[in-house]
C-alpha cells in the first residue's frame, strides 16, 4: 500500500499567511456587513411599525403640532394640532407596551400594562397637575372611566352581537373588576358625603373642612393603591386559574404578531412617551383659550374630548377582538382599564399632587360623583349575568352619549353639591 506522502510546508510559512489573511478578510466582512445591514434593519423595524395600524398616517401631526406650539401659533390651532398628533402617538404606546410586555412574562408584562396602559391620560394629568389645573386632572380622570365602562364596552357589546345572538364571558371575571369599581365609585362618595355634611357658611370653617377632605384623600389613595396591588397578586398568582380564558386569548393574539425584539420596544416606549409630553405640554396649555373660544367647559374637555383621544388604540382594540368572539379579553380591556384609572392612577395622581404641594383630592363635584355611581350601577347590572348582546351594547352607549350632552352644557363653576338624601336614596335602590 502506498503511504500517504505528507505535503510539504512551504517555506517562510506561506501556506500559514496565505489562509491567515483570508480569515481575517472574512471576520471584516462580516463585521462591515452588520454595520451595512444595521440601518436596513432599523428601517425595517420602522416601517413594520408604521404599517401596523392605520391610524399611523396622522403621525404627520406631531412635527406640525409640537412647531406650531413652540412657535406660538394660534392656540385654537396648536389645540387641534396635538389633539390630533396625540392619537397615533397613543396608537403606537399601546403597541410597545404589548410588544414589551410578551416578553416579559405575565409578572412584569401585567405590571408593563398597569404602567404605560393608560400612560396617556397619566401624562396629560400630570401635566395639568404642574400647572394647578386640578379640574382638568379630574374631569381626565373620571372621563376616562366613563368612556372605558360606557363606551368601549357598549361598542365590545355592539360589535358582538353584530355577528352572534348572544355572547357569553366569565362573569367571575368581570364581577370581581365591576366590584372593585364600585369599591372605587365609593371613595369618591365618602368625600362628596363629608363635603355635603361639614359644609358652612363660614369661610374659616370651610378651609378647615378643606383640609380634612385633603387629609381623606390621601388616606384613601394610599388604601386605593394597596387594593390594586393586591388586585395583581389575586389576578397573578392566588386566583390565577380564573383568568385563564383572557391569558389564552392574549397569548393567541401574541402569536399573530411580534415585531420588536424587548430592547427596540424599550426604545420606542421611552421615545413615544417623550413625545406625548410634549404634545400634552402644549395641549393643557392652549386649554384656556379654546375654553374661551368655543366656548365649552374645562370639565366637557377633560372629561370627553381627552379620553375618546387618550383612549383611542384602545378603543379600537375592545372592538376587534369583541367582534371576533373573544368577549372576555374585550371585558378585561374595557373594564379593567377602568379599573386601572379608578384604583391606581387616579391614587396616584392624589399622591403626587401631595408631593407637588397641589391640592389634588378626591372631592369631584357632587354631579360628576353621581354620573360615576349611576355608570357602575348600570355596567354591574349588566354583566352580572355573564351574557350581553347588541340591545345592551346600545343602551351603554345611549347614556354615555347623555352623560357627554350633559357635560356639555355643565358649567366649571357649578357648585355641584350633593345632599345625602340623593346619596342614601340611591344606595337604597341598589
Not at 397619566?122 to 397637575?129: E, F, N, P, T
Not at 357589546?157 to 362573569?171: D, Q, T, V
Request: aromatic share 8%; with cysteine.
Amino acid at each position: 500500500m502506498q503511504q500517504p506522502q505528507n505535503t510539504p510546508a512551504p517555506a517562510n510559512g506561506r501556506l500559514h499567511d496565505e489562509q491567515t489573511p483570508l480569515i481575517g478578510r472574512t471576520q471584516n466582512l462580516e463585521g462591515e456587513s452588520r454595520v451595512k445591514t444595521l440601518p436596513k434593519h432599523i428601517l425595517h423595524l420602522f416601517y413594520a411599525v408604521l404599517v401596523s395600524n392605520y391610524v399611523n398616517v396622522l403621525l404627520v401631526f406631531v412635527p406640525i403640532g409640537i412647531v406650531a406650539g413652540a412657535m406660538g401659533w394660534n392656540p385654537t390651532a396648536v389645540f387641534i394640532l396635538n389633539f390630533i398628533a396625540i392619537v397615533p402617538l397613543a396608537a403606537l404606546l399601546s403597541f410597545a407596551t404589548e410588544e414589551l410586555s410578551a416578553k416579559l412574562g405575565q409578572t412584569l408584562g401585567g405590571l408593563m400594562n398597569a404602567t404605560f396602559g393608560n400612560a396617556v391620560e397619566l401624562i396629560v394629568s400630570i401635566v395639568a397637575l404642574k400647572q394647578g389645573e386640578i379640574r382638568i386632572v379630574q374631569a381626565s380622570m373620571l372621563g376616562s372611566i366613563l368612556s372605558n365602562i360606557l363606551l368601549v364596552l357598549g361598542c365590545c357589546f355592539l360589535a358582538a352581537g353584530i355577528r352572534h345572538h348572544e355572547s357569553r364571558f366569565n362573569e367571575t371575571v368581570a364581577s370581581t373588576m365591576s366590584s372593585l369599581m364600585a369599591v372605587a365609585s365609593a371613595s369618591l362618595i365618602i368625600p362628596a358625603t363629608l363635603y355635603a355634611v361639614m359644609h358652612s357658611d363660614s369661610k374659616k370653617d370651610n378651609l378647615e373642612m378643606d383640609k380634612n377632605i385633603l387629609v381623606l384623600s390621601h388616606g384613601t389613595a394610599i388604601i386605593l393603591l394597596i387594593l390594586y396591588v393586591l388586585y395583581l397578586y389575586f389576578q397573578l398568582y392566588s386566583h390565577h386559574s380564573l383568568f385563564s380564558d383572557v391569558e389564552n386569548q392574549e397569548s393567541a393574539d401574541e402569536e399573530e404578531a411580534q415585531i420588536l425584539s424587548p430592547v427596540a420596544a424599550g426604545v420606542a416606549l421611552v421615545l413615544v412617551t417623550l413625545m406625548v409630553a410634549v404634545c400634552a405640554e402644549f395641549l393643557v396649555d392652549s386649554i384656556d383659550s379654546i375654553v374661551e373660544s368655543a366656548h365649552i367647559s374645562k370639565t366637557f374637555v377633560g372629561l370627553i374630548l381627552i379620553p375618546i383621544v387618550g383612549n383611542a388604540a384602545e378603543h379600537v382594540t375592545a372592538c376587534i377582538v369583541a367582534y371576533k368572539g373573544k368577549m372576555d379579553l374585550a371585558i378585561n380591556v374595557a373594564i379593567g382599564s377602568s379599573m386601572q384609572i379608578a384604583l391606581f392612577v387616579t391614587p396616584f395622581l392624589v399622591i403626587l399632587g401631595w408631593i407637588m404641594h397641589q391640592p389634588m383630592t378626591l372631592h369631584f363635584q357632587g354631579f360628576e360623583t353621581m354620573v360615576f355611581f349611576i355608570s357602575v350601577l348600570i355596567v354591574n347590572y349588566l354583566i352580572q349575568d355573564g351574557k350581553s348582546n347588541y340591545l345592551e351594547g346600545a343602551m351603554c352607549i345611549g347614556i354615555y352619549a347623555i352623560i357627554a350632552l350633559a357635560f356639555y352644557i355643565y358649567p366649571d363653576n357649578a357648585a355641584g353639591d350633593i345632599t345625602v338624601d340623593v346619596i342614601k336614596s340611591f344606595f337604597a335602590t341598589s
